[in-house]
């Protein structure tokens, strides 16, 4: 593997690079990703999370745990949210290894169940994620497909 995979909280000096990678990726304000991992570096519960795969010093792939990822089912929590992959790196496994990097360290904090919402088909399926239902998205008018990830699969 020619990346490695960190989680922020083992590496807070990418903090604020990560905060404004993720703000690029999907345009949800600096702020909201730079106070979650905020949280997150203070550690007082398992969620949130945020981890990314790093390559000759820049970010490459990255995902977050967060409680909603803006839906409507608040009880389908915790979710993983922001997975992306740069285009130049996809096809090469770092999503896969962020998901299974994800899980494992979820698992570890206690953490058993996860979901995710997306519109994409068959590619979660390929890490142990199942359908589980579909969702209304906040100001979305189609719903999204809601997956679920059971551990310990996820080893």
């Known amino acids: 593997m020619p990346y490695q995979l960190l989680r922020l909280t083992d ?3 990418w903090k604020e690079r990560a905060a404004l990678w993720f703000h690029q990726k999907w345009n949800i304000p600096y702020s909201a990703y730079w106070e979650s ?3 997150c570096l203070a550690q007082k519960s398992a969620v949130p999370q945020w981890y990314f795969a790093i390559e000759d010093g820049r970010i490459i792939g990255g995902l977050g745990v967060i409680e909603n990822d803006f839906h409507e089912r608040k009880d389908l929590a915790p979710n993983v949210c922001a997975v992306y ?3 130049d790196r996809r096809g090469q496994g770092v999503a896969g290894a962020l998901l299974r990097f ?3 360290d979820m698992k570890e904090r206690g953490v058993n169940t996860l979901y995710l919402l997306t ?3 068959g590619f979660y399926e390929r ?4 359908f589980f239902c579909m969702v209304q998205g906040e ?3 189609e719903l999204s497909r809601m997956y679920i990830h059971r551990n310990p699969k996820c080893l």
């Open 37 to 39: 991992m905020t949280e």
């Open 127 to 130: 890490y142990g994620w199942e």
């Open 119 to 121: 519109d994409h088909t």
């Open 102 to 104: 994800v899980c494992a």
């Open 139 to 141: 100001g979305e008018t």
């Open 11 to 13: 590496a807070p000096e």
């Open 85 to 87: 992959t740069e285009p």
